[in-house]
């Protein structure tokens, strides 16, 4: 009895690991989908409404995917701190900040940094270019990483499920 629940418990926590791992490739393509509505929102703002970035950035706060309304809300609590920092500054660090821990990388990080220097500063016509440019840009980022959770995602589950099993008929 005991010999299979060692058994269980083997293949169990290898099997969750793997999963644990192509999980981490699924929210980084949920997040860049996320961004890309988000963006698409921004855009429609900008270019029909000539809405303000601090109203934006309350805006996406209600966004339905999770890791991007908080990367909102907290770009919301820097924008409301008056400590003399420009918008700009604000948008970047939100990102560096907390961009990798809602499952972002460097890549995609920089591209939303790169948004910052446009982003309430020019005229409607030059913030849908720069809005569009970074579209553009993330779609390819989540093109890569949808290539990545179908090859390395299934990869690790069965990786780890194989390594599961290995080890229980190595300590049989």
């Not at 991007?68 to 948008?91: I, P």
Request: hydrophobic share 40%; glycine share 6%.
């Amino acid at each position: 009895m005991l010999k299979l629940l060692g058994i269980v418990l083997v293949i169990g926590s290898f099997t969750g690991i793997g999963m644990a791992q192509r999980q981490a490739y699924q929210g980084r393509v949920n997040v860049l989908q996320g961004l890309l509505h988000a963006l698409e929102l921004i855009s429609d703002e900008v270019s029909f409404r000539l809405t303000s970035v601090p109203d934006l950035v309350e805006l996406l706060t209600h966004s339905k995917q999770a890791q991007v309304a908080d990367l909102f809300c907290r770009m919301q609590d820097s924008v409301h701190e008056e400590n003399g920092l420009s918008l700009t500054y604000k948008w970047m660090k939100t990102f560096q900040q907390y961009g990798a821990e809602a499952g972002l990388r460097e890549d995609d990080i920089r591209i939303l940094c790169d948004m910052s220097d446009f982003i309430g500063k020019y005229d409607a016509k030059s913030q849908q270019k720069c809005l569009d440019f970074a579209h553009k840009r993330l779609e390819t980022q989540l093109e890569t990483a949808q290539t990545e959770l179908k090859s390395k995602g299934m990869l690790y589950r069965t990786c780890c499920i194989a390594a599961g099993l290995l080890l229980v008929f190595v300590l049989l």
